[in-house]
């Protein structure tokens, strides 16, 4: 077994592969528009999908936004520079809402960002765990 992808419902489809591609560096992998049901399913990840876990960005036409809810925790990005990784997501328009130092309570350097429908995305840097 292996894991596959992870699902995240976005209000707006190209914004978010924007966001994917150009803040985080991920390449656009596949899309595929299903009009019958009304919906856009996008593969974004870094690396071909019979070798890595990507994301799976579902864009459902009628709905603009979604609410997290309080189950919802992160995705996580190994960098080798966690305070370089905020600089650069901030010059390409990207959220950090929280920057990159010693987790509480750890060394693990750790730095949160926010995709443009809310979901964190935690930098953690190579080597410091």
Wanted: proline share 2%.
């Amino acid at each position: 077994m292996r894991m596959l992808h992870t699902m995240l419902r976005v209000g707006n489809l190209e914004r978010s592969i924007s966001f994917y591609q150009e803040v985080l560096g991920m390449k656009l992998l596949r899309r595929s528009d299903f009009p019958e049901g009304r919906f856009t399913l996008a593969f974004v990840g870094y690396g071909d999908e019979a070798d890595h876990t990507v994301l799976e960005l579902t864009h459902n036409w009628d709905t603009e936004s979604y609410e997290l809810g309080n189950g919802y925790g992160h995705i996580a990005i190994e960098v080798e520079d966690a305070y370089a990784a905020c600089d650069m997501a901030r010059a390409k328009g990207g959220k950090v809402t929280r920057e990159a130092g010693p987790m509480k309570h750890g060394t693990t350097v750790i730095a949160f960002i926010e995709d443009p429908d809310g979901y964190k995305i935690e930098f953690i840097q190579k080597g410091s765990r």
